[in-house]
């Protein structure tokens, strides 16, 4: 991985050797594969500002059109997570469920809203998140204030991971019942009649191979108001949560 700066000196003193800080931007690049079948695919990148904010970048398509898609940056400052692979589907139904996932990708550090809080409180405020056009198409790019990113987040972009969740498992373009039935994820929250598919990840990217610079900060953009079900993503960062510490607590047996 190549992790290329761009860096522009301020100025320098009269006094040999006495230079003013240099202002940096980094900006690392991610490949979202698609998960659980879904067709869908993207490509991101996260630039880290020297005011501590964060700017992202997404441009996607084979999403389920018109839906929204709940997406968060997941892992830790530091630590073993990567996306997950077919075997993490520990019920046998084909699909790898975000209660399935979350060990390996870790838990929600950013929340991808288009607008308001970005954080993890913010994991599951749907109606806060991108909607795919007609043609399943998602473009996403906003600056996160560094308020909302945890502490050596912005340091270590490298052990990041995207995740973007919601798919049309039975190709009726919505995410309905039929296909996979209630998501347990949400279930296990004490949330019902919420469908398995529009829980369940899309997409899931980790770092490129290669960064690239960017100059200039992002902005908030995306599509709003389509509630489809009602939540909070503080219950979702308290699950991931304490799967996190009971996977941490058991380092010594299994990686997650």
Known sequence: MQYRKALATL???AVPLMFAAPAQADTVDFTLNELNGSGANASATITTNSDGSMTVDITGSGFT?????AQHIHGAASGDFFCPPASADKNGDGQVATEEGVPQYGGVMVSLTTKGDASADSGLAVERMPIADASGNLDYSRTVP???IPAGITENVENLHIVQHGLDVNGNDKYD??????SVFAKSLGVKGIPEEATNPATCGEVSPSGSVE???GSTSGTENMPLFAFGGAALLGTAGALIVRRRAAEAGVKS
């Open 215 to 217: 100059t200039g900060a």
């Open 146 to 148: 560094a308020s909302a």
């Open 65 to 69: 059109p018109n839906m929204p898609h």
């Open 177 to 182: 019942l039929q296909a996979l039935g209630e």
């Open 11 to 13: 100025g320098v003193a």
